[in-house]
């Protein structure tokens, strides 16, 4: 008794081409309002579900709290529940008819870099929350500093609790002025500002009428509406093999498909490539679909390239252009930061590493400095690198990674690390 | 020429990349097949990623016993016509073995003695990972999930000890005896599901479109009238037109009065909506975290 769609079928495939898919990250302190913002943005664009809010507002009243803390929707873990606090990073949906959002909610304590780091490192957008009594705090330098080493192409920072400082333009150009100076140490483009309040609703979804001086977007309109199609690569071709495809059977007997997920750059069918490690070159015969073939293959498209002639290629092999090529080498700086809570970083310590597909080992050979995430200072004294520390660091691998700068590709210059014994991440790395 | 792919298409773009990724780092990878929406749509893009080749895992379905009969006809056609193998994991075996209690009472259900045969049936299998259709907005303990969800040796997840998910890196390492949970289109929406599974035109179950069935209200919910429910005297059995936003097995699924007879309608109440798709989950409503504690002890 299964319903086939076809008899049903009034959807047409492309019925949901307009639709991009933002990813954003929050940061701000545990009483910035970050939570309430939040849930401020899923209830207004009526994504929270009636029964769901039913559900927060008895815990409010069960608590004694005033109105319903809408915090409480993004808390997700008892222990969370019980503190009041996010440990975690929370991932949240909800959709406009313009775009899909992923919301990656980190916390926002010095203790919680590791989570923070994790929900920047796919972000379009960087949404950096600063409380308006208090303006630009550490806690918003070290957001903007990991915003920026993640290189999140777009920040936007909201002022809020503007209702407690009388929606005051002032303090509004104050703190803009303030994090625009800091900014500009940092290596980040495209920042906005907006001033809002999240408890009201104030030019989150809806424009504030106590702020007719502020012109700007409101978050939502801004987040609907950011340029984020050429966040990616298209310059420099890097295609990672992951999984090597062999149907072995009749209909496809000498079928090698070489699997993977476009990292970078355009590859048409007919380009000439160059293989890595061999550097062996051939021409793109066919880039397959289910869907069937395509004439071009673009990130973050994931197909299956297959080659005109009989070459093998394996999982961590890359196939590129032959004019241009990333860097290939075993000697790789990085800015790692560091997760492990059991153990720093050990000098000449053995580690795993994954790359794109790759999987290497390597050794620690140095750490240059340890940099302060609140003033970006460069720290050649103290070099041990501990948990949420981040440092610049020389690897040596124990063979050839084929790599872009992380500014250049935020896949191919990327990195994890993993420990041996524990089989725990215990760093990632951006090369430099 | 414009290089922009719309949401649904870099959705599933990102779960054949994790599909890919657990066939190229565990040995013996199974797919947790439930007959749900969810896992015809994980099921449907390991077709997809493998692509031309057969979907290199088979899939384990845990029978409670209490399955609505469209779900393990269902099941059966889509093994046959994608060529996959099949295992059943056994509820009413394991109650019959003594390995597990029925439960008793008002809202005794099967669900808490799955975990138990699931467990069982991993360990039989040895399977070293086992992919699972989870979506992060579907509940507050999923919300914080990973991509590949690390258990210890007994299943257990402890939600303070994942390990970070960076760009496109998946650490799969383990230790003998551990598994991996994998949850492939963990950044679906309910809506994103529908949106697709429309587009694609995939069959789906009966059970997901409106049609006529007995029903009975408890606690502010419908449930499907069954033999395997126990109802008190004054809950009083009627017809309904109704459907299954999700599905568990007969003894936990709430049923919602619906019209909607297409994907379109579906589509269109989905976007409407004000209730979550589990809120007529019986099984997540025991506490408030529910999920979360059966999480600890090795569920899905």
């Known amino acids: ?83 009041g606090i996010t440990i975690d990073v929370a991932y949240r949906y909800f959709s406009t008819p313009k775009r899909k959002f992923i919301i990656a909610d980190t916390p926002g304590h010095i203790q919680y870099t590791r989570n923070m780091v994790t929900g920047a490192s796919t972000a379009n957008v960087s949404l950096i929350l600063i409380d308006a009594r208090n303006g630009v705090m550490e806690q918003t330098r070290r957001h903007a500093i990991i915003a920026s080493l993640l290189q999140i192409p777009h920040l936007v920072v909201c002022i809020n609790k503007m209702d407690l400082v009388d929606y005051s333009r002032d303090r509004y150009e104050e703190i803009k002025e303030e994090f625009e100076k800091f900014a500009s140490k940092l290596d980040v483009v495209d920042v906005s ?41 298209f310059i420099d071709s890097r295609f990672p093999v992951q999984h090597v495809l062999r149907p072995y059977n009749d209909d496809f007997h000498d079928y090698r498909g070489y699997a993977g997920r476009v990292a970078g750059g355009i590859f048409k069918k007919g380009d000439e490539v160059m293989l890595l490690p061999s550097g062996f070159t051939t021409r793109i015969a066919k880039i397959d679909t289910f869907d069937g073939e395509l004439e071009n293959a673009f990130p973050p498209q994931s197909v299956s390239i297959l080659l005109e002639d009989d070459l093998d290629l394996s999982r961590g092999d890359m196939i ?16 790692l930061c560091w997760f492990d809570h059991e153990r720093p970083i050990q000098i000449r310590g053995k580690y795993t590493v994954l790359h794109t597909t790759n999987e290497v080992r390597c050794l ?38 084929y790599f872009d700068s992380y500014r250049t590709n935020r896949i191919t210059g990327s990195l994890i690390l993993i420990d041996e014994a524990t089989n725990n991440t215990v760093a990632a790395g951006m090369i430099i | 020429m414009d290089y ?14 994790v599909l890919r990724e657990v066939a190229a780092q565990f040995e013996n990878p199974v797919i947790l097949f439930s007959g749900g929406k969810d896992s015809i749509l994980m099921t449907y893009l390991a077709v997809k990623a493998f692509y031309p080749a057969r979907v290199p895992f088979p899939l384990l379905h845990i029978d409670t016993g209490h ?46 003695l799955q975990t138990t045969v699931l467990l069982e049936s991993l360990e039989k299998g040895k399977y070293d990972a086992a992919l699972g259709g989870g979506r992060r907005d579907e509940e507050k303990a999923r919300a914080k999930e990973r991509f590949f969800s690390h258990r210890d040796e007994f299943g257990q997840w402890d939600p303070k000890n994942q390990r970070p998910e960076l760009w496109n890196l998946f650490n799969g390492k383990k ?98 909506t004000h209730q979550t798709e589990r809120g007529g989950r019986t099984d997540d409503k025991r506490s408030d975290t529910a999920m979360e504690d059966r999480k600890k002890h090795g569920y899905f």
């Not at chain 1, 927060?56 to 008892?78: I, Q």
């Not at chain 1, 609140?374 to 440092?391: A, F, S």
């Not at chain 2, 719309?6 to 779960?15: F, K, M, T, V, Y």
Request: aromatic share 8%.
């Open chain 1, 1 to 83: 008794m299964t319903i086939n769609n076809t008899d049903n079928q009034t959807i047409p495939q492309d019925a949901f081409n307009d639709s991009e898919l933002l990813r954003f990250s929050t940061a701000g302190s545990v009483d910035d309002g970050k939570s309430t913002l939040i849930g401020r943005l899923l209830f207004d664009s009526k994504s929270i579900f009636e029964d769901q809010y039913e559900a927060v507002k008895t815990v409010s009243e069960r608590r004694g709290e005033d109105g319903v803390n809408l915090a409480l929707l993004t808390d997700g873990l008892k222990s969370e529940r019980e503190q």
């Open chain 1, 193 to 233: 500002f907006i001033p809002i309040s999240a408890l009201k609703g104030d030019n989150i979804v809806n424009r504030s009428k106590s702020m007719p001086w502020y012109e700007g977007p409101t978050l939502l309109y801004y987040l609907e509406n950011v340029h984020i199609a050429s966040d990616h690569n």
């Open chain 1, 320 to 335: 590129v252009r032959p004019h241009n090529q990333p860097k290939v080498g075993q000697d790789i700086e990085v800015m």
């Open chain 1, 364 to 401: 620690v050979k140095d750490v240059r400095y340890k940099l302060d995430i609140n003033t970006l200072h460069r720290n050649q004294e103290d070099k041990v690198l501990q948990m949420n520390d981040i440092g610049r660091v020389v690897l040596r691998t124990t063979k050839p990674l």
């Open chain 2, 4 to 17: 922009h792919i719309n949401h649904l298409r870099e959705l599933e773009s990102e779960s054949i990349f």
């Open chain 2, 67 to 112: 399955n609505f009969p469209e779900t393990i006809e269902f099941r059966d056609e889509l093994v046959e016509k994608y060529g996959l193998k099949l295992s059943v994991g056994s509820v009413p075996e394991a109650i019959e073995a003594g390995m597990v209690t029925e439960e008793r009472g008002l809202n005794a259900s099967r669900n808490l």
């Open chain 2, 175 to 272: 230790a003998l005896g551990e598994h991996f949970r994998i949850f492939p289109i963990s950044n679906w929406t309910e809506l994103d599901v529908w949106q697709y599974l429309a587009i694609e035109q995939v069959p789906l179950p009966s059970l997901y479109f409106a049609h006529t069935r007995k029903v009975f209200e408890r606690d502010g919910v419908l449930l499907a009238d069954s033999e395997f429910i126990f109802k008190k005297t004054d809950e009083q059995v009627f017809e309904a037109e109704v459907r299954c936003r999700t599905i568990g097995d007969m003894t936990c699924t709430g049923v919602w009065r619906s019209h909607a007879k297409t994907v379109e309608e579906i589509i269109e109440e989905v976007s409407t």
